[in-house]
Each structure stands twice: as structure tokens, then as C-alpha cells.
């Protein structure tokens, strides 16, 4: 059985060892996802025949799981941000978890320790939207005993700096990046 990202598959295993080169991979593949190898090897002053490997045993190891466009989502028509916390019947976790994710206004869901059981990212077009979807649709599901709703007013950025390397300068959260 294989896990998903973020999900422990309970068997274990350790994380691969990674070098300085494999985090400097991870650091330039989340800044741009669309680099060439070339551009990739050249970046990190290594063969391009080097990059497609470690980038393979990366992926292969799970380390990197995907590549996704970044969006924005104000443009997209999804403007409004909520932290939804719900407080859920135990042991509801793991029906309920597939659930969530189904309903494409959820960014990211995370079981949590506290008051509440679960936080929601979400993301909706308008006030009338977030209030459907949190008095319709979560106060609607049987595991759900109560909602909180946090308005988000603004956002500081994205990506953890623990996905650069070690002594690795880059551009600060939210900083525009020119297109090559």
C-alpha cells in the first residue's frame, strides 16, 4: 500500500539521506518547477546528467511528489480566505479526511491538537459562497459538532525556508520573480 504526501504510512521507514545538493535541487525546483535540466545543472554548477539523476532518485524516494502551477487566487475568481476549524466526533479523522478533500474550495486540511480537531484552508468567491459552504456543506456532515470561521485579510507568502539549502540566499516571500 502506498501513502500519499502528508500522509504516514505507519511501516517506519526513514526519510533518504539528503546532501547539499539535493536540497539546493528542491530550493531551485520550488522557485521554478519548469527549469530545464540544463538550466538546472548549469544553476547548480552540476552535469546535467548528475541533475537527472538526483532529480529522479528525489522523485523515486518521494521526497518530490508532483509539479503544479502556482495560482493566484484572487485571479482566479477565489478571492475570499477562511481558516475553518472544526471540531469533529471521534475517531472521525479517517472517513472524513477523503471527504474534505473532494470539495474543491479546501486548500489544505491538517488534523490538529487543541481546542479543535481539524483546520481548513479554504478558499471561496465571495462571502455568500463561504457561508454556504460552511453552514451547508461542514455543519451538514455527521462527524462535525461544531465550526469556527477565521477570515483571512491578507497573506505573507508561501514555502518553507527549510526547502533551501544551508547558507542559501533567495528572493523573500512574496518577492516578484522576473520570468527567463
Known amino acids: 500500500m502506498t501513502s500519499r504526501p502528508g500522509e504516514h504510512d505507519g511501516s517506519g ?18 522557485e521554478d518547477g519548469r527549469i530545464s535540466m ?7 554548477h552540476i552535469s546535467r546528467a548528475g541533475a537527472y539523476l538526483r532529480v529522479q532518485r528525489l522523485e523515486e524516494a518521494g521526497v518530490i511528489t508532483g509539479y503544479t502551477a502556482q495560482v493566484d487566487p ?4 477565489y478571492g475570499l480566505a477562511a481558516y475553518v476549524y472544526l471540531k469533529i466526533a471521534q475517531p472521525a479523522w479517517k472517513p472524513l479526511r477523503a471527504r474534505l478533500m ?19 484552508l479554504v478558499r471561496t468567491r465571495d462571502l455568500a459562497a463561504l457561508r454556504d459552504l460552511v ?6 456532515m455527521s462527524e462535525v459538532r461544531s465550526t469556527q470561521t477565521v477570515l483571512i485579510f491578507d497573506e505573507l507568502g508561501r514555502g518553507p525556508a527549510a526547502a533551501r539549502p544551508t547558507g542559501a540566499a ?9 520570468r527567463r
Open 13 to 30: 521507514t526513514q526519510p533518504p539521506l539528503l546532501d547539499d545538493v539535493d536540497r539546493a535541487i528542491v530550493a531551485v525546483l520550488r
Open 74 to 77: 484572487q485571479r482566479y475568481g
Open 38 to 44: 540544463r538550466a538546472l545543472a548549469a544553476r547548480l
Open 135 to 140: 453552514l451547508n456543506t461542514f455543519q451538514s
Open 102 to 120: 473532494t470539495i474543491p474550495e479546501v486548500e489544505h486540511a491538517a488534523l490538529v491538537s487543541g481546542d479543535t480537531d481539524i483546520v481548513l
Open 170 to 178: 533567495g528572493p523573500s516571500p512574496g518577492t516578484p520573480r522576473s
